[in-house]
T-cell receptor, first 109, second 114 residues
């Protein structure tokens, strides 16, 4: 049983397209995180959300606590956005992460 | 300020050996958590330390252990290595580990067991 489900698993987009990655979770959480992992392994924390919406440049993250759902949007996608995007939650019962399986995004010039 | 530092970056070990990985958190961060990433299983939580105490543990065998020192640096040890332990091992630090302040990840240690 996966506490965090992401979709789609793989996504290919043309440069400039609007991209949406979805995340659903089944546990009560204190926070939801969107992470970005480029080839080579390093992980960057993009957003940490507990409610509402956050925006950073071309990236927007939203969360609906009642529906246990979050989305990551990328506007005007660029080849440098190509990476694996991982949704993770911090449950309100413990100090750890539950991870989604990741969405592999490829943006074609 | 300095980020989270993991050493070594790459490691090759033989089946049956043991290995120790190190993680130096951001100054002032008291929580260090460890994760294993493999192509088949994705990212999985290993354990979390806060103020030298293990607060939470994932579902891994006892061959995986860790500790945290008074300066918040943490080590992870894997004994009797198996081929399936080949993975990227990541650590993350946080001021409190409670999700309220966010996490910063290290670049990881890539362990290959042959």
């Amino acid at each position: 049983k996966n506490e965090v489900e992401q979709s789609p698993q793989n996504l290919t987009a043309q440069e400039g397209e609007f991209i949406t990655i979805n995340c659903s979770y089944s546990v009560g959480i204190s926070a939801l995180h969107w992470l970005q992992q480029h080839p080579g392994g390093g992980i960057v924390s993009l957003f940490m959300l507990s409610s509402g919406k956050k925006k950073h440049g071309r990236l927007i993250a939203t969360i609906n606590i009642q529906e246990k759902h979050s989305s990551l949007h990328i506007t005007a996608s660029h080849p440098r956005d190509s990476a694996v995007y991982i949704c993770a939650v911090t449950p309100n019962t413990g100090n750890q992460f539950y991870f989604g399986t990741g969405t592999s995004l490829t943006v074609i010039p | 300020k300095a980020g989270v530092t993991q050493t070594p970056r790459y490691l090759i070990k033989t089946r049956g050996q043991q290995v120790t990985l190190s993680c130096s958190p951001i100054s002032g961060h008291r929580s260090v958590s460890w994760y294993q990433q493999t192509p088949g299983q994705g990212l999985q939580f290993l354990f979390e330390y806060f103020s030298e105490t293990q607060r939470n543990k994932g579902n891994f065998p006892g061959r995986f252990s860790g500790r945290q020192f008074s300066n918040s640096r943490s080590e992870m040890n894997v004994s009797t290595l198996e081929l399936g332990d080949s993975a990227l091992y990541l650590c993350a630090s946080s001021p409190d580990g409670g999700g309220g302040y966010g996490y910063t990840f290290g670049s990881g240690t890539r362990l290959t067991v042959v």
